[in-house]
């Protein structure tokens, strides 16, 4: 039996998605080969060894003091030991690879990642660099271009900026137009904006999120997905699309489907499929990737396939868009999470 510390919760405007995310994982995971160990991090960015039911996690009541034990990790390469603080004491428990299942910056940006790193723990998904890379739109935006991928127009701009400047800029792009946090998931500071009156309220919100943000062309069509798992060998799930009634697929869209519905498989010719599912790959190595990933692409009215973001954590709640896309390709939630360990542990 390994035993897989799935880390859950953290600092992130997306704590609550995690929470979901992660009580999926602990009960489809497969405990005749596996002993999870339950690794939970407070909104203040404490962590604790969490031995209480799983269903506290749905109403967010798992961190108390019954089931919760300060925990931290043995900073050294030959030990894989997580130290769980008792009566000022220190306890060890052995690991054999960490499954982060944190969304948004400081734990799906390659921060966590980076730590388990330094001390040769196998990390299950993306490593430091595709994590970091892909979190920065621009960045990922950039590599992608590189690798012959159709990128949308864009203009970055730092906190501080003149926004009368950045208001003349942005009619190079034309509208409407996107703005968004540079580094941040699940729709967070985003804001569709129609004309030039509505810009400067659209980036004081994205910089409620992060320094730094970035205005973006608007594709006109739809925005399709691609589920990948695997690392050197891929496996590549069906293609899904999200129609939408009006607006775009915010935070509110992406978890409540209030006027929003996701077709899997993506309305679109077996053709277009085959296209969508080659331009994801190619991204997903551009940028580094390994174990799993969900890359999201725009499919123009014309035609033309555009990259939007790669999300090296999506979703992982039964009704979540990458087990649903793997699942209409004949892959289980289960082998999902038992390929993605194994990958992780050669």
Known sequence: MKNIALIFGGCSPEYSVSLQSAYAVITHIDRHKYT??????????EWFLFDGSPEKLIDDTWCNTDDCTPVTVHLSRSEHNLLLIKDDKAEEI????????????NGEDGTVQGMFELIDIP????????????MDKDRAHRLAAAAGISVPKS????????????????????????VKPMKAGSSFGITKAADSNELPAAIKHAFEYDEEIIVEEYISGFEVGCAILGKESLTIGEV????????FFDYTEKYTLK???????ARVDSQTAERIKQIAETIYRALDCSGFARVDMFLSDSGEIFFNEVNTIPG?????????????AGISFEQIISTAIEEALI
């Open 36 to 45: 999870p160990i339950l690794i939970g991090i407070s909104c203040g960015g």
């Open 94 to 105: 052995h690991i054999d690879a960490v499954f982060p299942i944190l969304h948004g910056r």
């Open 123 to 134: 990390v299950i998904g993306c490593g430091v660099l595709a994590s970091a890379l892909c």
């Open 155 to 178: 203009l970055v701009i730092k906190k501080g900026a003149d926004v009368q400047s950045v208001i003349t800029e942005a009619e190079q792009i034309g509208y409407p137009l996107f």
């Open 240 to 247: 899904d699309e999200i129609e939408l009634s009006e607006g």
């Open 259 to 265: 006027t929003s519905a996701i077709h899997v498989p």
């Open 316 to 328: 992982f709640t039964t009704h979540s868009r990458y087990p649903n896309m793997m699942k209409a």
